[in-house]
């Protein structure tokens, strides 16, 4: 690719400017192919300092996540210990079903730096643009009944906010069922993905996109007054491998309290770092709409509302607009 040659050009010379003209005539291509090719790679996180007469200097290169560093972090007995890190796949959930189809572990994880075509829930796309965010999935087997899927997306949104509100400091908290908000705009969604058999899973993937890294200018216009990153919010640039490594502590601690415990202390911990409850909430079902106030969850991890009428009325899924 030319993008990758223009690349290895700047980074032979390091510290040094390189003109338009020589790159074009190096690389043989045209000045505008150049130009195209510098924003390509300003996109993958490559900053360059551009003077006139002087031409194209390199300034600092995307990090890029390694697998050794994030083993080196792990503080987990299973989850991600078994790591793949890829550079650009459509989706990591399908890596993620693929490994389990030939029979990988339990806690196998995919970290991709892009996602082309990255999977929201409700058939909506996820945005997933190269080196900005953490877009991972994680291979779990639980020996549950399907309904445990629901609960496992209860779960991963405690485990992610912890995680985030620990290593950041900002005040992520989460709207039903799974999206993690900072002041009403998302970072981060979760999909989880389930495959069962005789009503029992099979496997779950665990979905989980975070907008880490970007800047205001990274977040695409339409949907700046509903989306933000966690550099934006905290104002400093975050280091995605502790996060990784954060979240993975997180999730295993809390998917072992699971296993010894039920649902009902995650239910718990769920609703003291969720933004629904207690709000007057319009909920889009597939039956249709709902309204009243979030009171709670019942024990199965569905949320409870009072309605105009009050009645408490049970909300197995749909989409809260708050
Ligand atoms: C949502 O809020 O709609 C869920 C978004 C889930 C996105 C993550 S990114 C990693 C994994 N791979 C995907 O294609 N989707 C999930």
């Known amino acids: 690719m030319e993008s990758n040659r223009l690349l290895q050009m700047l980074l032979d010379h390091p510290g040094q400017y390189i003109s338009g003209e020589e790159l074009s005539r190096r690389l043989s291509i045209s000045r505008t192919a150049v130009w195209k090719q510098i924003n390509k ?12 007469r ?9 990090e890029r996540i390694h697998g050794e560093d994030v083993l080196s972090r792990l503080q987990t007995v299973t989850f991600g210990r078994q790591i793949h890190v890829m550079d650009v796949v459509k989706t990591t959930q399908d890596e993620v079903r693929a ?18 075509v990255g999977r929201g829930r ?8 190269s080196g900005k965010g953490i877009w991972m999935s994680m291979l779990l087997k639980p020996r549950q009944p399907i309904a445990f899927a629901a609960q496992l997306t209860l779960l991963t949104a405690v485990g992610v906010c912890r995680a985030l509100r620990k290593a950041t400091g900002v005040d992520v908290g989460i709207k039903w069922p799974n999206d993690l908000l900072i002041e009403g705009r ?14 029992l899973l099979k496997y779950c993937i665990v979905g989980i996109g975070i907008d880490v890294n970007q800047q205001l200018e990274d ?6 007054s509903v989306a933000t990153s966690l550099r934006i919010e905290s104002d400093s640039k975050q280091d995605r491998t502790l996060l990784i490594a954060e979240i993975l502590y997180e999730l ?54 009072t309605d105009q009428h009050g009645q408490e009325r049970t909300i197995y899924s749909g989409e809260i607009q708050l």
């Open 99 to 116: 490994l389990a189809e030939q029979d990988a572990v339990e806690g196998t994880l995919v970290i991709a730096e892009e996602q082309t």
């Open 252 to 305: 295993e601690q809390l998917y072992n309290l699971y296993n010894e415990e039920g649902f009902a202390p995650i239910g718990h911990l769920w609703e003291a770092l969720s933004v629904t409850i207690g709000r007057q909430v319009l909920i889009r079902t597939p039956q249709g709409e709902s309204s009243g106030i979030a009171i709670g969850l019942d024990p199965s991890g569905a949320l409870l509302i």
């Open 122 to 129: 409700q058939g909506r796309k996820w945005y997933s643009p």
């Open 219 to 224: 977040i695409p216009e339409e949907i700046r």
């Open 41 to 52: 790679l300003r996109q993958d996180g490559y900053e360059f300092e551009a003077v006139s």
């Open 54 to 62: 002087k031409g194209y200097r390199l300034i600092h290169s995307p």
């Open 186 to 199: 998302k970072l981060c969604g979760i999909l989880v993905e389930s495959i069962s058999e005789d009503e």
